[in-house]
């Protein structure tokens, strides 16, 4: 898990991280390093809009055949912005690169799940994968609430663990 602060830096240390874990799979590194760019970079660009950057928190691990990557933020959601610096096409690169991608959104934060076959057909029947993907988007959340009482109490605001 990466606990890293919402600035542009954030987004090459992530696809660094999670790229060597999915390299260590054998897993395509432009899909793998595309989404997480994308993913981390909407939530350094469009989650803390007009207040200082808060946590955002990424997750990859094996689960059941995939590799499954999520990133959440405590920011202000998923809404339209006409100021958007964006051209809009980086969610939807990101679904065609993925096995499944799924994003949970609301007033306290936006959770994005993408999951990577680790070889064709493992990940046994699409039967299932949103149970998987639903449990991963319910624990980085968890995480990120803990991340957000470890920065009030001083911790440092980026970790590897």
């Known amino acids: 898990m990466l606990r890293l602060p919402a600035v542009k ?14 390299e260590a799979h054998g897993l395509d590194q432009f899909a793998i390093q595309t989404v997480v760019s994308e993913l981390v970079g909407n939530s350094v660009v469009h989650a803390y809009v007009g207040r200082d950057a808060g946590p955002i928190v990424v997750v990859a691990r094996v689960v059941r055949g995939l590799f499954v990557v999520t ?9 339209p912005r006409l100021d958007s ?40 029947a ?18 990120l609430a803990h991340e957000g009482r470890r920065r009030r109490a001083g911790a440092p605001k980026a970790s590897l663990v």
């Open 9 to 22: 830096e954030s987004v090459p240390t992530a696809r660094h991280e999670i790229s060597a874990l999915a």
């Open 71 to 79: 990133v959440a933020d405590q920011g202000i959601g998923m809404k």
């Open 85 to 124: 610096p964006g051209l809009g096409i980086g969610i939807p690169l990101a679904g065609k690169l993925t096995h499944d991608l799924r994003i949970e959104a609301d007033d306290t934060g936006t959770t994005i799940s993408a999951s990577f076959e680790l070889e064709a057909g493992a990940a046994s």
């Open 126 to 143: 699409k039967s299932g994968i949103g149970a998987i993907i639903d449990r991963e988007i319910v624990e980085a959340r968890r995480l």
